[in-house]
Structure formats: structure tokens, C-alpha cells
């Protein structure tokens, strides 16, 4: 998979993508990830990328030109015509699991970070094919939403984690938060494991999981509930927990 970034800052990505999964899934070549300077397609002597906004009011408006010769260079590049072009803004849609496994299906992707108090409404209408947003709070420019879609994908990738670090029972992947985990020691300044994660019966703690699972999305997460099917038993659970 290819993503490019078309921002104003991009060395603030090359610290989070040196370490870690994401550089390891670029060393083995599962992943590119290219950060471009919108700046670069300015045309003026002043590489001016925004502008008043029409209609007055506070602020700076990301001027549409540069990105649009921006993304278009991508394209060019690429050779792709029909890959995702995601605007990262507070406004857009709430990203989630399921969206980053819907975009970790495609070869290239493209993401644009919005800054000062906006861009110009003609790159949502007319170049971006989604906006994402990472949360209901505004971030001073959506490099960081970038930097989180970008992980978010790039694990979900083919080959990129190991088995023994599976995506597959990771919170939100089967709708329902993670269970809580234990390793070593057994008994930490007087707090032990739960006995069943001991007693080697893979029946039986992949019942307490499930359970655990479930009561811990009722209790924290009740919204995510409306979209999981849970058994009677399961629903049983969480009325006496209540
Ligand atoms: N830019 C500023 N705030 C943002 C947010 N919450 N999500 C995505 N992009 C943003």
C-alpha cells in the first residue's frame, strides 16, 4: 500500500513513523508512506497556501489551488484515479475500526490535512472522496488525525503484525471492547490473575473473555452494543450486572 500526505508540516511525521510497527512494515516493504509540502505548489514569491475567508470572520482559510496541484500530483504519480482522497477535518464522519479496515483494502491512499480555521469548501466538495474526523475536539491541524488513521491502516495490513499480535481480538475489532489481559507475575503486591486465565481450560477462559468483553462495553461503551448480536446468555449477563 502506498499513502500519501499532503500537509503543511510534514517532518512531524518522521518521528511516529520511524519506530515501531509502521516502520517495520515499511522496511519489509508492506507500506510507503510519503509526506508532501503543500507549500511546494504555491505559486506566488511568498509560497502563500491561505487567505481571509469571504464573508469576514476570524481566522485563515487553506487556499484551494495548492492542494488541488497537490493531490493532483499524487495522482500523476501514482497512476491512480480511483484511490480514497480523505480531507481529515473535525467535521467529517467519526473514523472507527471498521473504517480503517475499509481503507487498509486499498493500494494507495491519499490524505489531506486541513489547517487554520479551515479549507476552502471546494476540496470537500470536489476533490476529497471522505472526510474523516478522529473525535469530537479540534486539533491544531490534522496532521496528528493523519498520523492516527495512518497506524490505525497500517496495522490492519497483511503481514504487518505477526500472529502472535493479531489484530483479530483487538477492542472494536468484533464490535466489542478487549477483555482485560495478565502476564507475569501471578501475584503482584497482593493483587492475583483471575484463576480461570490459570487453569490451562481453553473452553472456559474463552467464555470469561467473552463475558468480560460484554460487560465492560455495557458498562463503558453502551452505544456500541446497538450494532454487536449478542446470545440471550449474553444479554442475561448484563441485566445482573446492573
Ligand atoms: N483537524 C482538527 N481537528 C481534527 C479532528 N478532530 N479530526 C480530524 N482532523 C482534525
Redesign the pocket.
Known sequence: MRIDILCLFPEMFVSPFAHSIVRRAEERGLVEVISHNIRDFAHDRHATVDDYPYGGGAGMVLKPEPVFEAAEYVRHSTRSSDSPVVL???G?RLFSQGIAAELSAHSHLTLIC?HYEGVDERVAEHLATDE???????????EL?AMVVVDAVVRLLPGVLGCHESAADDSHADGLLEYPQYTRPEEFRGWRVPPVLLSGNHAEIAAWRRRQSVLKTAARRPDLLNNVTLSDKERAWILESL
Open positions: 481529515l477535518t473535525p467529517g486541513g474523516l474526523s478522529i473525535g469530537d475536539y479540534v486539533l491544531t491541524g490534522g488525525a
